[in-house]
């Protein structure tokens, strides 16, 4: 995927057709002819070093299913998913949730 920045405006081209496959798929979440146009909101850091992956949510549209995992939380903590921002308050001795297919990351 190749991306150009102009000051205000961003574009983003396609080099093959899985990537224009899913452009396509994420313009039409974004883009709703009858309700209002949605907006990506960036998650978390991007440290190329560290992780070479930029998360952004999809403001308005739900995030996914929270269900708990068979790990325990170590201490008292809030767990975070980096995905759709979702957090929660875990005691000590319960189980560590799972929201949008992997563990929800602690915050404290």
Known sequence: MKITIDRNVV???PEN???TT???TLWRILIDCVNE???LTPIGEFVPIK????RFTIEGVPGGKTVMSEQVSEE???YLCEICNKYMNVKK???VPL???RLMEAVD
């Open 11 to 13: 574009e983003f081209v």
């Open 17 to 19: 057709t899985a990537e």
């Open 22 to 24: 899913s452009m396509e």
């Open 37 to 39: 146009t949605k907006n």
């Open 51 to 54: 992780q070479n992956l930029a």
């Open 76 to 78: 008292d903590c809030t």
């Open 93 to 95: 001795g319960q189980e």
């Open 99 to 101: 929201c949008c297919g």
